[in-house]
């Protein structure tokens, strides 16, 4: 082989798994891939993991004479083994699937489980009988997980027949020992509303319906879910009655289109038209004939009826002619009334139960705190009484009021408060020592189950946005019962000292005494009052020049400090000039008028500031 680019010999190399130019060393193949059939490394002691035998052209003589090379015992069994773990893997991912499409999929370790212990005790072969032992697994655990294990959809799902699944059913429990209760009828209550729904409403209007018209017209105003409710109740009350009925050993699917039929009577009142064609209906879900369900409808319906009897308020069957003979008929009809009185059988039925139930001897438990335990030691006596009591019996007990109280603990920690700050929004450490603690016990015993996440969810907005501690006055109008002069005096607003500290001292006044009569000028009681002019009071000079008192200026900038004592008499005053009048102040005529606020509608004392800075430009 000759180097595509120089032409030179290529030679192999093994280090490089390539071939290589012996010029200019070109790679013949960049990738540098090796196939292991070219790397040939013999072991003697390599074991093959075939099943066939490493000395295939050897006989071997067993007890039953001889053997060709591969069939022996031991290498049969490495076949099988070999085929066995993939057949495993795959009806443990069957199984799986199955489930899931059932909408039980997290039954599948126990469902695979059982198939292998199945397999392993029973010797079974792997193919059709091993799937049908699979599905006969799946309803083991759905009869286990007391839920609808209809072996029809099972079959369907494995493609075999539901009468080979029954067998296979049947054998493996056998051959398990499994004790699997009966089936509640009421798992197959909801598939038989879906499937009455199916055949009520068809998907496709081409479609016709299996049922009557006038049927479905009847079927279609009803509320199916009650009616489920109403045969669930049915058979809870059938299947706990003490002793069994016979109807309890019976397959359960027929029972359930029973019940399920009863219950749609039970809500319409009246018998339903075409019984026996919604019984067919029913009954295919299941792969049942229709004379099955009807069967079972009249033996369900015949114990309702003994229970009617028993109910005083409803209405009884009434005969025609004489006796209760098998000729005698019944004014009304007895589906009529049967319908009629299912409800009020249901609630008998359960009031009696819940009488029986409640006849039973119960245990009572009571513990005691006993308050004259320490809390040092961090023991506690509890003494614990056990009596077994029946409802009728009646125990007196002493009175409360002459049990000791409690004690409380003196030092509670800071989840505590936050608590007691929840319960009651207006208690806290600060006013704890004027609301007495009776008022405390009292509000813990009108509300004793109130805890902190139901005052949260229950206060009002304003009290869980209150950040500040509550004031005097909410503490006192909390404890007192309301805010009005009648319930809180006005000496009692303040705490002792409380008044005077929020007044000034002395040297607190004399410091801020320049600063008041800068802003406020000094007030005197000798002064004469000042009137103003009606000019001066509210309107605006339209002439003259404005002037600002400089010496009070010149104190608020700090220039010449509070030496100046005696400028003070002419503070913070406005002078009005005419134009002929001097600058100076001493040659104009000066007035000085009363202090007032400044007008909303002017500028800076009264001025604008284009004003201001003309006085500036004035004055200097």
Same mark, same amino acid.
């Given at each position: 082989?000759?180097?595509?680019?120089?032409?030179?010999?290529? $030679?192999?190399?093994?280090?490089?798994?390539?071939?290589?130019?012996?010029?200019?060393?070109?790679?013949?193949?960049?990738?540098?891939?090796?196939?292991?059939?070219?790397?040939?490394?013999?072991?003697?002691?390599?074991?093959?993991?075939?099943?066939?035998?490493?000395?295939?052209?050897?006989?071997?003589?067993? &007890?039953?004479?001889?053997? %060709? #090379?591969?069939?022996?015992?031991? #290498?049969?069994?490495?076949?099988?083994?070999?085929?066995?773990?993939?057949?495993?893997? /795959?009806?443990?991912?069957?199984?799986?699937?199955?489930?899931?499409?059932?909408?039980?999929?997290?039954?599948?370790?126990?469902?695979?489980?059982?198939?292998?212990?199945?397999?392993?005790?029973?010797?079974?072969?792997?193919?059709?009988? !091993?799937?049908?032992?699979?599905?006969?697994?799946?309803?083991?655990?759905?009869?286990?997980?007391?839920?609808?294990?209809?072996?029809?959809?099972?079959?369907?799902?494995? @493609?075999?027949?539901?009468?080979?699944?029954?067998? /296979?059913?049947?054998?493996?429990?056998?051959?398990?020992?499994?004790?699997?209760?009966?089936?509640?009828?009421?798992?197959?209550?909801?598939?038989?509303?879906?499937?009455?729904?199916?055949? $009520?409403?068809?998907?496709?209007?081409?479609?016709?319906?299996?049922?009557?018209?006038? %049927?479905?017209?009847?079927?279609?105003?009803?509320?199916?879910?009650? #009616?489920?409710?109403?045969?669930?109740?049915?058979?809870?009350?059938?299947?706990?009655?003490?002793?069994?009925?016979?109807?309890?050993?019976?397959?359960?699917?027929?029972?359930?289109?029973?019940?399920?039929?009863?219950? %749609?009577?039970?809500?319409?009142?009246?018998?339903?038209?075409?019984?026996?064609?919604?019984?067919?209906?029913? !009954?295919? +879900?299941?792969?049942?004939?229709?004379? $099955?369900?009807?069967?079972?409808?009249?033996?369900?319906?015949?114990?309702?009826?003994?229970?009617?009897?028993?109910?005083?308020?409803?209405? *009884?069957?009434?005969?025609?002619?004489?006796? =209760?003979?098998?000729?005698?008929?019944?004014?009304?009809?007895?589906?009529?009334?049967?319908?009629?009185?299912?409800?009020?059988?249901?609630?008998?039925?359960?009031?009696?139960?819940?009488?029986?139930?409640?006849?039973?001897?119960?245990? @009572?438990?009571?513990?005691?705190?006993?308050? @004259?335990?320490?809390?040092?030691?961090?023991?506690? &006596?509890? $003494?614990?009484?056990?009596?077994?009591?029946?409802?009728?019996?009646?125990?007196?007990? /002493?009175?409360? /009021?002459?049990?000791?109280?409690?004690?409380?603990?003196? *030092?509670?920690?800071?989840?505590?408060?936050?608590?007691?700050?929840?319960?009651?929004?207006?208690?806290?450490? +600060?006013?704890?020592?004027?609301?007495?603690?009776?008022?405390?016990?009292?509000?813990? !015993?009108?509300?004793?189950?109130?805890?902190?996440?139901?005052?949260?969810?229950?206060?009002?907005?304003?009290?869980?946005? +209150?950040?500040?501690?509550?004031?005097?006055?909410?503490?006192?109008?909390?404890? +007192?019962?309301?805010?009005?002069?009648?319930?809180?005096?006005?000496?009692?607003?303040?705490?002792?000292?409380?008044?005077?500290?929020?007044?000034?001292?002395?040297?607190?006044?004399?410091?801020?005494?320049?600063?008041?009569?800068?802003?406020?000028?000094?007030?005197?009681?000798?002064?004469?009052?000042?009137?103003?002019?009606?000019?001066?009071?509210?309107?605006?000079?339209?002439?003259?020049?404005? =002037?600002?008192?400089?010496?009070?200026?010149?104190?608020?900038?700090?220039?010449?400090?509070?030496?100046?004592?005696?400028?003070?008499?002419?503070? @913070?005053?406005?002078?009005?000039?005419?134009?002929?009048?001097?600058?100076?102040?001493?040659?104009?005529?000066?007035?000085?008028?009363?202090? =007032?606020?400044?007008?909303?509608?002017?500028?800076?004392?009264?001025?604008?500031?284009?004003?201001?800075?003309?006085?500036?430009?004035?004055?200097?």
């Amino acid at each position: 082989m000759s180097c595509p680019e120089c032409g030179g010999e290529c $030679v192999w190399d093994e280090q490089v798994c390539s071939s290589l130019c012996t010029q200019c060393g070109t790679l013949a193949d960049p990738a540098q891939c090796l196939l292991a059939s070219h790397v040939e490394h013999h072991n003697g002691t390599y074991t093959g993991t075939s099943w066939i035998s490493p000395t295939p052209y050897r006989s071997v003589r067993g &007890k039953g004479g001889w053997n %060709l #090379a591969g069939q022996t015992k031991e #290498a049969r069994d490495r076949k099988n083994k070999a085929i066995l773990i993939p057949a495993q893997i /795959a009806m443990g991912n069957f199984i799986s699937s199955v489930l899931t499409t059932l909408g039980s999929p997290g039954l599948s370790p126990r469902a695979e489980t059982v198939f292998t212990q199945a397999m392993t005790k029973g010797a079974y072969r792997w193919g059709r009988k !091993a799937k049908l032992v699979a599905g006969a697994a799946i309803a083991i655990v759905l009869r286990e997980a007391h839920k609808s294990d209809s072996l029809r959809d099972i079959a369907f799902l494995l @493609d075999e027949s539901s009468v080979s699944l029954s067998r /296979a059913f049947q054998s493996v429990v056998s051959l398990l020992h499994f004790s699997l209760s009966s089936a509640d009828p009421a798992v197959h209550l909801p598939i038989l509303q879906a499937h009455l729904q199916s055949l $009520v409403h068809p998907e496709t209007l081409s479609t016709p319906s299996q049922l009557p018209k006038d %049927l479905i017209a009847t079927l279609t105003p009803l509320s199916l879910p009650t #009616a489920v409710r109403t045969a669930t109740s049915l058979s809870g009350i059938i299947y706990h009655q003490t002793p069994a009925l016979s109807l309890t050993q019976l397959p359960t699917p027929p029972t359930a289109c029973a019940l399920f039929i009863l219950g %749609l009577e039970a809500e319409t009142r009246a018998p339903l038209p075409h019984m026996g064609e919604l019984a067919r209906g029913l !009954a295919s +879900r299941f792969g049942l004939a229709g004379g $099955v369900v009807t069967s079972r409808y009249k033996a369900v319906y015949d114990i309702i009826e003994e229970w009617i009897r028993e109910v005083p308020w409803l209405d *009884q069957f009434v005969y025609k002619g004489k006796g =209760r003979g098998s000729f005698a008929r019944s004014k009304v009809p007895k589906r009529a009334i049967v319908a009629r009185g299912i409800k009020d059988v249901i609630q008998f039925q359960e009031e009696i139960w819940m009488k029986q139930l409640s006849a039973h001897r119960k245990a @009572d438990l009571e513990l005691d705190y006993d308050p @004259d335990a320490g809390d040092d030691d961090g023991e506690f &006596k509890s $003494v614990a009484a056990t009596s077994t009591t029946s409802p009728s019996e009646h125990i007196e007990r /002493a009175p409360s /009021a002459e049990r000791p109280r409690k004690r409380r603990k003196t *030092q509670q920690g800071h989840f505590h408060e936050a608590y007691r700050l929840l319960l009651n929004p207006l208690s806290s450490s +600060r006013g704890s020592g004027m609301i007495p603690q009776d008022h405390f016990d009292s509000a813990r !015993a009108s509300s004793p189950e109130l805890s902190a996440i139901t005052h949260i969810l229950t206060c009002s907005p304003v009290e869980l946005n +209150r950040r500040n501690e509550p004031t005097r006055l909410q503490l006192l109008a909390e404890s +007192r019962g309301g805010s009005t002069p009648e319930n809180i005096a006005d000496e009692e607003l303040f705490e002792d000292g409380e008044l005077e500290g929020l007044l000034r001292s002395e040297q607190e006044q004399e410091a801020l005494k320049p600063l008041f009569e800068l802003n406020w000028g000094k007030e005197s009681l000798d002064d004469e009052p000042l009137v103003a002019s009606a000019k001066q009071a509210g309107i605006k000079a339209n002439s003259g020049a404005q =002037r600002v008192n400089m010496e009070a200026l010149a104190r608020i900038l700090g220039e010449h400090g509070d030496d100046d004592q005696d400028s003070s008499d002419g503070d @913070d005053t406005h002078h009005f000039d005419d134009p002929s009048s001097s600058r100076d102040i001493a040659e104009g005529a000066e007035s000085v008028s009363e202090w =007032r606020p400044l007008s909303p509608n002017d500028g800076f004392g009264g001025y604008s500031f284009d004003t201001i800075a003309e006085r500036y430009e004035e004055e200097y």
